[in-house]
């Protein structure tokens, strides 16, 4: 059941609602290009929880993640997850898989990267909002040693995903692609440093939250400005920017939140309730969408009966809410305690 056949790609279906989801919760911007044209392993940040995986798809389209097995395994969690699956030994007790029944996951990561394919790999393995990376698991270093050993022609991309405010709807959000490149280490412990390296230079990694605040800050108003909040962020933690510099509001715009809510109160209602389940600002937006996507099939069964009854009515509401959605209030960053 958890076998794959190599290269894996994920399919057309969960890449379209990853999609959908990110551009309809985020406005996302892209600094860089994704590598193309052979094997990559791309190295991604990890900020936001579940919904990592839902932007990163959102550029990288088709190239899976490892995932864990509890989110392929429910048929309902499927329709939205799918990749490689990692199962942990809490994992084996817990849903009684045989220790033959899935490959070790640097085993499959291996064999998806030697047969042609690319593969999202967050080396933190969980997240949490801090002003650093958690520590980086050694599975990176340990997977491009033994493919370099193997002589396989592949390529290390980092991708750093930047969150002005991860538990608001409608936040900012910039994905920034580093230089790829080809490791040049000796073993994997040398190969775990360089990696690390590159994924720090173009990720959140700063010393204290002193200085993470003062970048955020940095950036945000540099995004008022018309540039990219990633970019300013990086370029801010560089600098060891350490005075925090007044904050620009976004307006208000109360008249947006009532017209989108107007246009899609089931599903407003659903990301509302989802999201009380979050245990973190990390994880609040995943539980949003999930909770809006369970109430999706009631919102449009009740525009589809409008649409029936009253059509004109059903028409001003679907403009309404793309204009409250456009118009939407941009959540300004909060500071870390």
């Known amino acids: 059941m958890f076998r794959r056949r190599y290269p894996f790609i994920l399919p057309a279906r969960v ?16 600094t860089g290009t994704p590598c193309r044209g052979k094997p990559v392993l791309f190295i991604v940040s990890h900020r936001s929880g579940a919904s990592d995986g839902t932007v990163a798809a959102y550029v990288l389209g088709g190239v899976p993640s490892l995932v864990s097995v509890q989110l392929v395994r429910n048929p ?11 199962v942990r030994d809490k994992d084996r007790e817990r849903y009684g898989i045989t220790a033959d029944s899935v490959p070790p996951p640097l085993v499959s990561a291996a064999e998806q990267i030697k047969a042609g394919g690319s593969l999202c790999l967050y080396p933190e393995g ?68 360089e990696l690390s390296a590159a994924l720090d230079a173009v990720s959140v990694c700063c010393p204290d939250n002193a200085a993470f605040n003062a970048a955020q800050a940095a950036a945000w108003q540099a995004a008022q400005h018309g540039q990219d909040y990633g970019t300013a962020f990086l370029e801010a933690q560089r600098q060891s920017v350490r005075e925090t510099v ?10 947006a939140k009532i017209l989108f809510t107007a246009a899609f109160p089931l599903v407003a209602a659903g990301g509302r309730l989802a999201q009380r389940f979050a245990d973190g600002r990390n994880n609040t937006t995943f539980f949003r969408m999930l909770g809006a ?35 939407y209030p941009e959540a300004a960053p909060e500071p870390l305690e």
């Open 246 to 255: 007044p904050m620009t509001q976004p307006p208000a715009r109360l008249w």
């Open 76 to 86: 309902r969690l499927r329709l939205l997850f799918d990749g490689i699956p990692v």
């Open 126 to 193: 969980t997240s949490e909002w801090q002003c650093r990376p958690l520590p980086y698991h050694g599975g990176m270093g340990v997977l491009a040693a033994r493919l370099k050993a193997a002589d396989t022609d592949f390529t290390v991309q980092p991708v750093g995903l930047f969150y002005a405010a991860p538990d608001r709807f409608r936040s900012r959000v910039s994905i920034v692609f580093g230089e790829a490149f080809q490791p040049q280490g000796s073993g994997a412990k040398a190969i775990q440093a």
């Open 15 to 30: 890449r379209l609602i990853h999609r959908l989801l990110a551009c309809c919760h985020y406005r996302i911007s892209v």
């Open 293 to 327: 996507l369970a109430a999706l099939p009631f919102q449009a069964a009740c525009y589809a009966l409008l649409l029936f009854y009253a059509p004109a009515a059903a028409l001003l509401l679907a403009v309404c809410g793309a204009v409250g959605w456009t118009a």
